[in-house]
Every structure is written in structure tokens, then in C-alpha cells.
T-cell receptor, first 112, second 110 residues
Framework: NAGVTQTPKFRVLKTGQSMTLLCAQD?????MYWYRQDPGMGLRLIHY???????AKGEVPDGYNVSRLKKQNFLLGLESAAPSQTSVYFC???????????FGPGTRLTVT | GQQLNQSPQSMFIQEGEDVSMNCTSS?????WLWYKQEPGEGPVLLIA?????ELTSNGRLTAQFGITRKDSFLNISASIPSDVGIYFC??????????FGQGTRLTINP
């Protein structure tokens, strides 16, 4: 039981490049979330999903897109990366008690 | 969206000391959660609180859900080196979303 996994762990992009971050969970959770963490700002919600095939905007959705084609996977895409998107990205999932979220190890993204 | 204020922002203590930190909100929350994050890792859930006035312990950790529903407290007794990390509070906003505080960074001198 791996919990929540994220790939890749590190990535460096040039401005304008695109990439996709993958989150996978093996706990059969309905709800999945993408957050970004910046120094001194805690965790901010980018997008979330309440089930397979559904997505919704969080607090800071601009510049990001997501997809939940399978229940166990939640993808975060950056179509045209900007330096302001340099951050650590965390995926989380939750089940019946959906406010108890379980986090992955994070992806550190640098955009130059 | 709602904002959570966590204090203190950082703490430097001696091993064996007790630690107290708190989180306040301008709005009411129905659930409070406390997480710990170690360097290079994702946050790990420590304690979840569901009712105003609730007091819950997890080993040396004790958390309380404030009676006004606008605050929560976390105490760590007899701190040890492995307690080092950043502690985050989170409040449930709406049905599916959490709002996080800025974190309290705990440093322990042996």
C-alpha cells in the first residue's frame, strides 16, 4: 500500500514549456486535490476532484489544468510554464471522511 | 477565501520543553486538522477535531477545537529531536476543501 505517489520528484522547465504532473493513489479515495506550497504561504488549493471524470477550481487555478480520467489518478498540467509557477506541488486524496486528506511526497518544479 | 493565522511563525526550544501553538480564523470552521511536515516530505495528518470544545490526544500531542469554532490549539509535551518540522493547521471550508495556515516552524536544540 503505497498511499499517494507523485511523479516526477523534481523538474526544471524553461518559460513557455509544458508538462504534466502525475498523482496516483491506491486507497480507493473519491476525492483528490492539487496544492502548491510557497515559502511563508502554506498550502494553496489549485484544483480538486470529487470523483472520476469531475474537476473543480480551487483558490489559485489560473495557468493550470487537471484531468481525472481514472479514479486512482489525478493529472496536473501546465500548458505554458511561467517563473511564477516555481513551487512545490503536492497531491492529496481523501475518502469517506473527506476532510482528512493524505498527501504525496511532492514535486519540486523550477521554471527559469 | 477564508484566512487562517498561525502563531508563532517559528519556535526555538530546548529538548524536553513543552510547545504550544495556535491557529485563529475570522470565520467559523466545523473541522480542524493539524499536520506536520518534515523537510522534503508531504504533510502528515496528526490530529483531526470535529466538535467545538473537543480535546484530542495522539501520544505527546494534544489538540483542542476552540469553543468559538474560530480557533484551535496544539500542544507538544516533553519535546524530542524528531518533533522538528513545520506544523500546519487546517480548517474545513465547505464540503470538500481545506484552508491551511502558514505553518509554525519548530526547531529543537538538543
Amino acid at each position: 500500500n503505497a498511499g499517494v505517489t507523485q511523479t516526477p520528484k523534481f523538474r526544471v522547465l524553461k518559460t513557455g514549456q509544458s508538462m504534466t504532473l502525475l498523482c496516483a493513489q491506491d486507497m480507493n479515495h473519491e476525492y483528490m486535490y492539487w496544492y502548491r506550497q510557497d515559502p511563508g504561504m502554506g498550502l494553496r488549493l489549485i484544483h480538486y476532484s470529487v470523483g472520476e471524470g469531475t474537476t473543480a477550481k480551487g483558490e489559485v487555478p489560473d495557468g493550470y489544468n487537471v484531468s481525472r480520467l481514472k479514479k486512482q489518478n489525478f493529472l496536473l498540467g501546465l500548458e505554458s510554464a511561467a517563473p511564477s509557477q516555481t513551487s512545490v506541488y503536492f497531491c492529496a486524496s481523501s475518502g469517506d471522511s473527506f476532510y482528512e486528506q493524505y498527501f504525496g511526497p511532492g514535486t519540486r518544479l523550477t521554471v527559469t | 477565501g477564508q484566512q487562517l493565522n498561525q502563531s508563532p511563525q517559528s519556535m526555538f526550544i530546548q529538548e524536553g520543553e513543552d510547545v504550544s501553538m495556535n491557529c485563529t480564523s475570522s470565520s467559523i470552521f466545523n473541522t480542524w486538522l493539524w499536520y506536520k511536515q518534515e523537510p522534503g516530505e508531504g504533510p502528515v495528518l496528526l490530529i483531526a477535531l470535529y466538535k467545538a470544545g473537543e480535546l484530542t490526544s495522539n501520544g505527546r500531542l494534544t489538540a483542542q477545537f476552540g469553543i468559538t469554532r474560530k480557533d484551535s490549539f496544539l500542544n507538544i509535551s516533553a519535546s524530542i529531536p524528531s518533533d522538528v518540522g513545520i506544523y500546519f493547521c487546517a480548517g474545513r471550508e465547505g464540503a470538500q476543501k481545506l484552508v491551511f495556515g502558514q505553518g509554525t516552524r519548530l526547531t529543537i536544540n538538543p
